[in-house]
């Protein structure tokens, strides 16, 4: 009996060290197992066993993709300083997890370290609107140099992306009153333009506008002449000969134009001379002009023919119904 009781806590003890051999390995993990410090086996998800007080477990690889961002601030081509996020997709390879664990102490800072160099070396070649337009480029250097370097380390590149580009404060208030000018300049082009277009229309229609009131006139004083004319032949055909008719008309044009005028209670016009001698006189005046200029070019034409000069031909208009020309 007493031998009995000795064997308890042997079996308990056995017992704890057999069930300390048996151990979980979780979904998207491997398990590196090593005997007395040497490399012994890989255990993949599951439960498995190992030989206790002898094997341990050295350590855990997560077998999912992970993400690592780097902030790496540089300066472009035309010496403005940017800070760039790249954010690097990786996965260790299920085929290379001994390499993946022994033989990176630290892959996070190894990748960090290739971003930092690819990056310093390809945005200095770049001004600053092109970082911006070449971000994909960047990111394609940036996974390219690190597929070379870590598939050794038993590490493969997914993806890698520039997820931000931030300039200096300075430098984004600068691109940002650019960027407002010309947006203020584009709108002042197309208000002139606007203005423009109003400007050139409005003086087409004060044109148009013109050339009918002048049509207008021309026609008015073209049916006024034809009235007098009319009027002229009236009073020939009653033996009042041209120059009594002239005088008759313009005494008449006189007093209608005095009652037109008196018609008008508020206005300030005044008719200077009002006398109607002054229209007869005005009429004997112009008749006096026309003879005198009359004369004068017979005088001239006299004067060239006498030297041999041919006149020039012109066409004169016929006689008014005054029997003086124009």
């Known amino acids: 009996m007493g031998g009995f009781v000795f064997l308890i806590p042997v079996i308990v003890i056995g017992f704890l060290i057999l069930l300390s051999g048996i151990f979980i390995v979780k979904q998207q993990t491997a398990a590196v197992i090593e005997r007395f410090g040497r490399f012994q086996s890989i255990r993949n998800s599951g439960l498995q066993f190992k030989i206790p007080v002898f094997d341990r477990i050295a350590g855990r690889i997560n077998l999912k993709i992970q993400q690592l961002d780097v902030i790496v601030e540089t300066k472009t081509k035309d010496d403005v300083f940017v800070r760039l996020k790249i954010s690097v997709q990786f996965q260790v390879i299920r085929d290379k997890v001994?390499?993946?664990?022994?033989k990176l102490q630290n892959p996070h800072d190894q990748i960090t370290s290739y971003v930092f160099d690819v990056v310093r070396a390809e945005v200095p070649k770049m001004k600053l609107d092109d970082v911006f337009e070449r971000k994909d480029?960047?990111?394609?250097?940036?996974?390219?140099?690190l597929n070379d370097a870590m598939i050794d380390y038993g590490y493969d590149i997914i993806k890698t992306l520039v997820t931000d580009i931030d300039p200096d404060v300075q430098v984004k208030a600068a691109m940002n009153r650019i960027?407002?000018?010309?947006r203020e300049k584009v709108a002042a082009e197309y208000e002139a333009e606007a203005e423009r277009i109003k400007i050139v229309a409005k003086a087409r229609a004060e044109a148009e506008s013109k050339r009918l009131q002048g049509q207008g006139i021309a026609d008015q004083r073209r049916e006024i002449a034809r009235g007098l004319e009319e009027s002229v032949?009236?009073?020939?055909?009653?033996?009042?000969?041209?120059?009594?008719?002239?005088?008759?008309?313009?005494?008449?044009?006189?007093?209608?134009?005095?009652q037109s005028i008196g018609e008008e209670t508020n206005t300030n016009l005044i008719l200077l001379p009002n006398s109607p001698q002054a229209g007869s006189n005005?009429?004997?005046?112009?008749?006096?002009?026309?003879v005198a200029s009359n004369k004068i070019g017979e005088e001239m034409k006299k004067q060239n023919e006498a030297r041999g000069i041919t006149p020039q031909k012109t066409k004169r208009r016929p006689p008014s119904s005054s029997g003086y020309d124009d």
Do not use: W
Not at 137 to 145: H, L
Not at 179 to 182: G, I, L, M, R, S
Not at 282 to 290: C, G, H, R, Y
């Open 98 to 102: 001994y390499d993946a664990f022994y």
């Open 233 to 258: 032949d009236v009073l020939n055909n009653v033996g009042i000969n041209s120059q009594e008719a002239s005088a008759l008309i313009v005494v008449t044009q006189h007093y209608d134009t005095l």
């Open 282 to 290: 005005m009429l004997n005046d112009m008749i006096a002009s026309f």
């Open 137 to 145: 480029d960047i990111a394609i250097a940036v996974k390219t140099e």
């Open 179 to 182: 960027n407002a000018a010309e």
